[in-house]
C-alpha cells in the first residue's frame, strides 16, 4: 500500500505546461504534412461533394401534386385579399377619427 502511493505520488502529472512543451517540441520535430495528407480538401471538392449531397437529398423529397399547389396557393391568396381587406378598414376608421381630432 505504502508503495502504491509512493509511485502515485512521484508520478509527473499528464496534463498542465509540461505536457504542452512536450507536445509543442514533438509537434516542432515531425515534418510537415501537405493539404491531402492531413485529409484536407480542396474548395472545389467541396463544393463539388456538397452539391452531390444536395442532389440526393432533393431525389428523398416527397413533392406534391399540382392540385395540392394550387390549392394552397388559392389559400394563400384569399388569406391575403381577407387581411388586405381588414387592415384597410381599420386604416379608414383611424384615419376618420384622426381627421376629426384635428378638426375640434
Known amino acids: ?3 502504491e502511493m509512493a509511485t502515485k505520488t512521484t508520478q509527473k502529472p499528464r496534463s498542465g505546461f509540461g505536457s504542452a512543451l512536450g507536445r509543442a517540441r ?3 520535430q ?3 504534412k501537405t ?3 492531413q ?3 480542396s474548395v472545389w471538392g467541396r463544393l463539388k461533394r456538397y452539391l452531390r449531397e444536395v ?3 432533393m431525389g428523398k423529397v416527397t413533392w406534391p401534386a ?3 399547389v394550387a390549392q394552397a396557393t388559392s389559400v394563400v391568396i384569399v388569406a391575403v385579399v381577407i387581411a388586405s381587406a381588414y387592415i384597410g378598414v381599420l386604416d379608414l376608421i383611424w384615419s376618420y377619427i384622426v ?3 384635428r378638426l375640434g
Open 1 to 3: 500500500m505504502a508503495r
Open 30 to 32: 515531425a515534418p510537415a
Open 99 to 101: 381627421k376629426l381630432v
Open 66 to 68: 399540382r392540385k395540392e
Open 39 to 41: 485529409g484536407r480538401v
Open 55 to 57: 442532389k440526393v437529398e
Open 35 to 37: 493539404a491531402a495528407q
Open 26 to 28: 514533438a509537434a516542432q
